[in-house]
């Protein structure tokens, strides 16, 4: 009679835990470095001091004044109302009231981010930034016309190109970031393969039993 012995089943624990653990501690390292962060910016113009004081004097507007003394989290109900105000203001076409927004010394750069953002969004066109202070205002309601013909645009430049040049400027911008995270990390990198390389020789290695393919007579 033929009995074949089945292999003892044999595993590598440390092995196992390194290959769970290890990318672990990579995904908590690239973490804490903000290997995944994605940098944004706005595009933001910066006026002359005196420039910009001589062309607000020439505006003449009831400005209603919104303080802002805190930090984004704590201004929530006065941005809240900032955002109706300039809605009413641009719908209407209000030319006598205006906005007045001030930021105090306590406040943070997300609130100030987050006026320009609420400027944008309620498609506020005319709106100045002077010193710790934003004025926003509207603009007269545009004349309806009813002798408007029909005519065709003409458009100079090569629109298309600049498009696929500007594309391919960050597609290279986002290349160069990923060469610089793997230049930056590669030992981490390398130390991970070398370890997945032992740990597979070792559970083959030490998984083997002498008595996998013996047969036993009895």
């Keep these: 009679m033929k009995e074949r012995i089945k292999r003892k089943r044999i595993l590598y624990v440390p092995g196992m835990i390194s290959l769970v653990l290890i990318p672990l501690f990579c995904f908590y390292h690239f973490y804490k470095t903000d290997a995944f962060k ?13 420039i910009n004081k001589e062309q607000l004097g020439r505006i003449k507007r009831n400005y209603k004044t919104f303080y802002f003394e ?3 989290f704590q ?3 006065e941005l809240k109302k900032l955002r109706f105000f300039l809605r009413n203001l641009v719908k209407e ?13 306590k406040t943070d750069y997300d609130l100030f981010i987050s006026v320009q953002n609420i400027m944008i969004e309620e498609k506020v066109m005319n709106w100045s ?7 926003a205002f509207s603009s007269a309601r545009p004349p309806k016309s009813t002798n408007l013909k029909p005519f065709d645009h003409i458009i100079c430049g090569n629109g298309e190109a600049n498009k696929d040049f500007w594309l391919s400027q960050a597609k290279e911008a986002e290349r ?3 060469l610089s995270l793997y230049k930056k990390n590669w030992m981490i990198f390398l130390a991970y393969l070398g370890i997945v390389f032992i740990n597979i020789f ?3 290695k030490f998984n083997k039993n002498k008595y996998y393919h013996q047969k036993r007579y009895i």
Excluded: M, P
């Design 38 to 50: 994605v940098q944004s910016c706005i595009a933001f113009f910066y006026v002359n001091d005196s």
């Design 70 to 72: 805190k930090k984004k």
């Design 75 to 77: 201004e929530f109900k």
């Design 93 to 105: 076409y209000y030319t006598i009231n205006g906005a007045k927004i001030h930021f105090g010394s």
């Design 129 to 135: 930034l002077y010193k710790d202070d934003i004025y």
């Design 176 to 178: 160069k970031r990923l």
């Design 202 to 204: 070792a559970l083959v």
